[in-house]
């Protein structure tokens, strides 16, 4: 269904603003990665720009149909935004975690300190860990598992909290949060001083931008994009959600990696 008074609405701002609010609302329970490390942006510490290292734009850029970002009346429909900044969020999350993996992943290969658990993760496991960081001069305050160790952690009395607020009761400590993603390898955890491990440095922050598409670009988008070829154009806008960022593993050792014995 098209509704051709559409091309001659402007793009609302509230609407937009409305994305981008649910969109950063929802990244506070989905990103694993911000929980994990201390986030830094880059113009409050010119300094990390000058450690080198890759900066990765990460996000989404789609044609979606312009109706939801513009105020009108279309007959008996209505057409809410409320949805679509969590479902984008879902999505960046989890490249966002992924990203994080595969830092992770190279720590384990390289320098990463073990300590092999048998069939199910269990709180001695991480309280041994949690001892070694402290001979370190480290503060643990939290662990990252994979989703079965998560599940399985709730048979101890020691675990505790509900949704995100989860944590691990430590016999003279503080307790330790615990988050897991689905994105952590089954088998693999890891106990960690996150406050001192590394930085999430921002460039620039999650936004929206929602604009026309241009007369011009129709026949470079039509062929890059043939599925909207017989589509009007004129009824579609192009939606970019995006953010710069760059892991900094500060002090590697700061971390240590529980795994399955195989």
């Given amino acids: 269904m098209t509704y051709a008074s559409v091309k001659n609405l402007p793009i609302s701002p509230r609407r937009q603003l409305e994305v981008k609010s649910e969109l950063l609302e929802s990244m506070k329970t989905y990103s694993v990665i911000r929980r994990v490390l ?49 479902s984008y969020a879902l999505g960046i999350a989890k490249t966002e975690t992924e990203y994080l993996m595969s830092n992770l992943s190279n720590l384990d290969r390289e320098s990463g300190t073990k300590i092999p658990y048998d069939e199910i993760l269990n709180p001695g496991v991480i309280y041994e860990a949690a001892d070694l960081l402290r001979q370190k001069r480290f503060d643990p305050n939290m662990v990252l598992t994979n989703v079965k160790d998560h599940v399985e952690l709730w048979r101890y009395p020691e675990y505790g909290g509900r949704g995100r607020e989860t944590h691990i009761a430590v016999p003279g400590h503080m307790p330790l949060i615990v988050d897991f993603a689905p994105e952590v390898p089954e088998g693999t955890s890891y106990v960690m001083d996150s406050r001192r491990f590394g930085v999430l440095v921002i460039k620039r922050d999650l936004d929206v931008f929602v604009s026309e598409i241009m007369e011009g670009e129709k026949t ?17 806008v192009r939606l970019l959600i995006e953010e710069v960022l760059r892991i900094d593993i500060d002090e590697p050792s700061a971390a240590i990696i529980l795994t399955k014995k195989q």
């Fill in 38 to 86: 201390r986030v830094v942006h880059l113009a409050q510490d010119p300094i990390r720009g000058t450690r080198g290292g890759e900066f990765h734009k990460i996000g989404v850029s789609s044609i979606t149909d312009k109706i939801w970002f513009v105020d009108g009346s279309f007959g008996e429909h209505y057409f809410a935004v409320g949805g679509i900044g969590t």
């Fill in 220 to 236: 470079k988008l039509l062929a890059e994009l043939p599925e909207l070829r017989g589509q009007p154009l004129e009824e579609k």
